[in-house]
């Protein structure tokens, strides 16, 4: 079965600086997809960035990038120039080729103005 | 356009009635799914269809039925409600084994009083 961890359940960084969120993910699957979905207080989830498991280039769009360790079965969210229309809950996702996406429990980023 | 829309956003009723949500998405995706948000914002599947075929059935007590008349819409029955099943319902649709992930719709709060 897959797990998905998001070892930190609240951040806070400074507007215009950079953070990370942290995830690991454990799957069996060798041919899998990763994600980073946003939900601000709107409570809409939105499709961050992905990744492809059997790609090595980092994903990256626009602020937002990821740093991808296959071997650590790690994939964490890079966020720079950090804005206020940033705050919300980040989940990290995985899912095989079913589409069955496993969340971790979310991470709340607060952005200090 | 609205790519997945849910109805209603809000919904207050009274513990053992019978309440219905609905789910519709425009984007030709073939594959839907409900998922449950608790008060600690952890995702939890519920159910998938493809092509109107259930493909997901986890451990949900058998109050909640879906129904999908057409790969279009999948709607959500819940009988005898109970307080504990107040939540954000989340309705999500995508391309099965595209690895593009979902496009959730905007959610139902769910408030069993």
């Known amino acids: 079965a897959q797990t998905v961890t998001q070892s930190q359940p609240e951040m806070s960084v400074q507007e215009a600086e950079t953070v990370t969120l942290s995830c690991t993910y454990d799957t069996s699957e060798s041919d899998y997809y990763l994600f980073w979905y946003k939900q601000p207080p709107s409570r809409q989830m939105i499709l961050v960035i992905r990744?492809?498991?059997?790609?090595?280039q980092n994903a990256t769009e626009n602020r937002f990038s990821v740093n991808f360790q296959k071997a650590a079965k790690s994939f964490s969210l890079k966020i720079s120039d950090s804005q206020l229309g940033d705050a919300a809950m980040y989940f990290c996702a995985c899912t095989n080729r079913d589409d069955k996406i496993i969340f971790g429990k979310g991470t709340r980023l607060h952005i200090l103005p | 356009d609205t790519a997945v829309s849910q109805t209603p956003k809000y919904l207050v009723t009274q513990m053992g009635n019978d309440k219905s949500i609905k789910c519709e998405q425009n984007?030709?995706?073939?594959?839907m799914y409900w998922y449950k948000q608790d008060s600690k914002k952890f995702l939890k599947i519920m159910f998938s269809y493809n092509n109107k075929e259930l493909i997901i059935n986890e451990t949900v007590p058998n109050r909640f039925s879906p129904k999908s008349p057409d790969k279009a819409h999948l709607n959500l029955h819940i009988n005898s409600l109970e307080l504990g099943d107040s939540a954000v319902y989340f309705c999500a649709s995508s391309h099965t084994g595209q690895g593009y992930g979902y496009t959730f719709g905007s959610g139902t709060r769910l408030t069993v009083v």
């Open positions: 990744q492809e498991a059997y790609k090595q």
């Open positions: 984007l030709g995706h073939d594959t």
